[in-house]
Nanobody
Framework: VQLQASGGGLVQPGGSLRLSCAAS????????MAWYRQAPGKERELVAV???????NYADSVNHRFTISRDNAKNTVYLQMNSLKPEDTAVYYC????????????????WGQGTQVTVSS
């Protein structure tokens, strides 16, 4: 299973970006999908998470600015980021909890390679 993230870049404060992350490979179902971020010198932190039934949760720092969504048919998760601030600058990582086949009920954790988001004037 591979997760391919895209959509990062340089944006001015107040601007918007949309991140995408597509999962591919041996996938039966995906339960939770999420975005994390890691700024220089800081620990990785959860930004937003979405369940298969589209229940969502957000870090306080991004609530009402970021929106997480997913397309189960495409095994893809999105993060719409609005009103970006310099403190949103970080490498953003996507996550998926994957069940690989119908005979194995275990879920496995997979991570994307990270995409850089820089908010600067």
């Amino acid at each position: 299973v591979q997760l391919q993230a895209s959509g990062g870049g340089l944006v001015q404060p107040g601007g918007s970006l949309r991140l995408s992350c597509a999962a591919s490979g041996s996938i039966y179902t995906i339960s939770a999908m999420a975005w994390y971020r890691q700024a220089p010198g800081k620990e990785r932190e959860l930004v937003a998470v979405i369940t298969r039934l589209n229940s969502t949760n957000y870090a306080d720092s991004v609530n009402h600015r970021f929106t997480i969504s997913r397309d189960n048919a495409k095994n893809t998760v999105y993060l719409q980021m609005n009103s970006l601030k310099p403190e949103d600058t970080a490498v953003y990582y996507c996550y998926a909890g994957v069940r690989r086949n119908m005979w194995d009920s275990r879920e496995y954790d997979y991570w994307g390679q990270g995409t850089q988001v820089t908010v600067s004037s």
